[in-house]
T-cell receptor
Framework: EAQVTQNPRYLITVTGKKLTVTCSQNMNHEYMSWYRQDPGLGLRQIYYSMNVEVTDKGDVPEGYKVSRKEKRNFPLILESPSPNQTSLYFCASRPTGTSGYEQYFGPGTRLTVT | DAKTTQPPSMDCAEGRAANLPCNHS???????VYWYRQIHSQGPQYIIH???NNETNEMASLIITEDRKSSTLILPHATLRDTAVYYC??????????????FGTGTKLQVIP
């Protein structure tokens, strides 16, 4: 089944403790992206990647890192999480091209930083 | 990036057509309009997209005005399962080679029995 998977789905952690949220897709998509969703603010893009070793900042990259060493994986790294990073996080992927912009989203990761 | 403006909420009677408007007055000539929806806190789901012609698929129809400054998503026979937040987005701007994406806050559609 074609899908985007995220792990963990739920995470409660403390301020300053480094964490990684994994994202993997099995559709051989070049493009992958991370979003966070907060009440009243909608979906905001954190980082995106056009292909392996190619990443770029979205609208809210501060406090986050990403890497794209393999096509299928795009982990989101919080080196020193803070309470304002408590949010619902989504990973997405799609093939690149001039059109066909259908993004496939993962199920989400609910992160709480205390 | 072209920004979009949507009403924050709408109601629709079950079985009736739901018409969701979106304003994108600063859209560029080569930018597409896309619609997604998000049911509760699940991952957003793609619905439809278009450039300048009207489009229809099994889920919905997309009507884009001739000047491309606005569009309407039409769910022809809304059901309770269509209750969701609907996002209208346009393809990202020059930064990142048109791959940056901006979602707004969307329209919360409530389908009423």
């Amino acid at each position: 089944e074609a899908q985007v998977t995220q792990n963990p789905r739920y995470l409660i952690t403390v301020t300053g403790k480094k964490l990684t949220v994994t994202c993997s897709q099995n559709m051989n998509h070049e493009y992958m992206s991370w979003y966070r969703q907060d009440p009243g603010l909608g979906l905001r893009q954190i980082y995106y990647s056009m292909n392996v070793e190619v990443t770029d900042k979205g609208d809210v990259p501060e406090g986050y890192k990403v890497s794209r060493k393999e096509k299928r994986n795009f982990p989101l790294i919080l080196e020193s999480p803070s309470p304002n990073q408590t949010s619902l996080y989504f990973c997405a992927s799609r093939p690149t091209g001039t059109s066909g912009y259908e993004q496939y989203f993962g199920p989400g990761t609910r992160l709480t930083v205390t | 990036d072209a920004k979009t403006t949507q009403p924050p909420s709408m109601d629709c009677a079950e079985g009736r057509a739901a018409n969701l408007p979106c304003n994108h007055s600063t859209i560029s000539g080569n930018e597409y309009v896309y619609w997604y929806r998000q049911i509760h806190s699940q991952g957003p789901q793609y619905i439809i997209h278009g450039l300048k012609n009207n489009e229809t698929n099994e889920m919905a129809s997309l009507i884009i005005t001739e000047d491309r400054k606005s569009s309407t998503l039409i769910l022809p026979h809304a059901t309770l399962r269509d209750t969701a937040v609907y996002y209208c987005i346009v393809r990202g701007g020059i930064s990142g080679g048109y791959q940056k994406v901006t979602f707004g806050t969307g329209t919360k559609l409530q389908v009423i029995p």
